[in-house]
């Protein structure tokens, strides 16, 4: 491909197998069709059975150490499995701000919308701490939800037996816990107008942010909780504000119709924000799928994480009714952390491992990655955010070589 400003491509093939007939396409497929993939092209020969054409985005901080690993590991479990990857490195965030001045060059948005799958690490840094709200890596972040248009955020937190006592809650409290938290991820407030800084009728400086949803945009992602719930355990439970806020008392009207029209055989509950912060840590396991808005969703999937033991061990997907998806594990850039091989990096590889199931419907691979990552934990192989007395403490490198030996074995 040409290079694109910002952008690098890196072909990495499986070896070629003659006369094998393939899908010359990637394949696609939606949000609310997750499990069905479409083919989008003809049959025909090529080097490896399938091609899919990922762009990575390593962006800041731990970001770069953690997407070394992930990207190995596709590598190597793509030659196993005859699949190809087309890699294309772009620059995101802090990055893209020190190269090109923006945090979302306009080359990095192209070259992600015309790709299979994105997979991002993470952005922000101090660095960029002190810039105008409107110039910092996080609006680099936005801005690709929004231009990918991927509305639904997966955010699962399931707590391994292997890290139970990793967690900073009792055995007792998080043993069993399964939390699928979709989160609305283009809308309400991060996006909604008007927003901006004034002065208020007695010449205060004020800073404000509207939080607005749409019938339709409450619809979409509505469907997107009762399908994942269908799934599960069959229990959805939605959560917004509605005791004080207009746009929650739309948010709940609107899912409590869509649950009367289409989904009348999921059991629908509703929970405010304030209670479910409470429960999720008094009694997690009480939960099985919860839709909430955009703002609500990212403080309660933060909060979920540290049942798991660390926000590092927390991947996500985000998709929308088509195109490529964009998985990234749910923690930020480490700032604190950078630079250390100190980073656990199985949130990245395991937000590959979404990327493999959800976008192309690769479930062995997926597995594939997801045993290694149960069998590296059950030998006590731990990073310092997960590490436990009796097991073995290992940095990001170590623990990337790890995997790989399970995916090798
Ligand atoms: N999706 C994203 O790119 C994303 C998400 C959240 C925050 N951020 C950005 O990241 C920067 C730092 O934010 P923050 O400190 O609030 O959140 P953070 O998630 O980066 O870090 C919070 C704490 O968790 C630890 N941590 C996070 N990921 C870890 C990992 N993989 N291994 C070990 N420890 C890990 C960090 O060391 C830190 O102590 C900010 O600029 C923020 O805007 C980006
Ligand atoms: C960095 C920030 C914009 C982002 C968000 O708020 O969505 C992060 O916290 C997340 O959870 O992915
Ligand atoms: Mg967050």
Redesign the pocket.
Known sequence: MAALAGCRAVRLTAPARVNSLKRSASVRQSAVRMAVPRSRGALSVAAAAKNYKITLLP????GPE?MAVAKDILVEVGSQRDIAFDFTECLV?GAAIDATGVPLPPETLATCQASDAVL??????YK??TLPADQR??QG?LGLRAGLGVFANLRPANILPQLIDASSLKREVVEGTDIMVVRELIGGIYFGKPKGFGTDEAGNRTGFNTMVYSVPEIERIARVGFETAKKRSNRLCSVEKSNVLEVSQLWKEIVTKVHQEEYPEVELSHMYVDNAAMQIIRAPTQFDTIVTGNIFGDILSDAASMLTG???MLPSAAVGTDGPGLY??????????AGTD????L??VLSAAMMLRYQFGEEEAAAQIEKAVNDALDEGYR???IMSSGCTQVGCVKMGEILMEKIKA
């Open positions: 962006g800041d901080g731990i953690i965030g991002l690490a993470a952005i922000g840094g960029w701490d890596p996080e972040l660390s926000i590092g990234e594990p749910v923690h930020g850039s480490a700032p604190d952390i100190k980073a656990n990096p949130a990245q990073t310092g955010d």
